[in-house]
């Protein structure tokens, strides 16, 4: 796996987890941050794997 990936998913995992440590003092900011991080995790993934599939087929 590429090194930008996993280091990636172990930052999300972190956030993550600041996230739902805090919850409480959060409170109703705990959805769209949760639903924020999602959304660029998943956006900064499939563009690093988009990457990773242009110079494969070269």
């Known amino acids: 796996m590429n090194k ?4 990636t998913l172990a ?3 972190l956030v993550a987890w600041g996230i739902f440590h ?3 003092a ?3 900011l705990i959805l769209p941050l949760f ?3 999602v ?4 956006l ?3 563009r690093l794997m988009e990457k990773n599939d242009g ?4």
Request: aromatic share 12%; hydrophobic share 55%.
């Open 4 to 7: 930008k990936i996993l280091l």
């Open 11 to 13: 930052l999300t995992l």
């Open 22 to 24: 805090f919850k409480s």
């Open 26 to 28: 959060l409170g109703l």
């Open 35 to 37: 639903i924020a991080l």
């Open 39 to 42: 959304l660029c995790v998943t």
């Open 44 to 46: 900064w993934l499939y």
């Open 55 to 58: 110079n494969n087929g070269q």
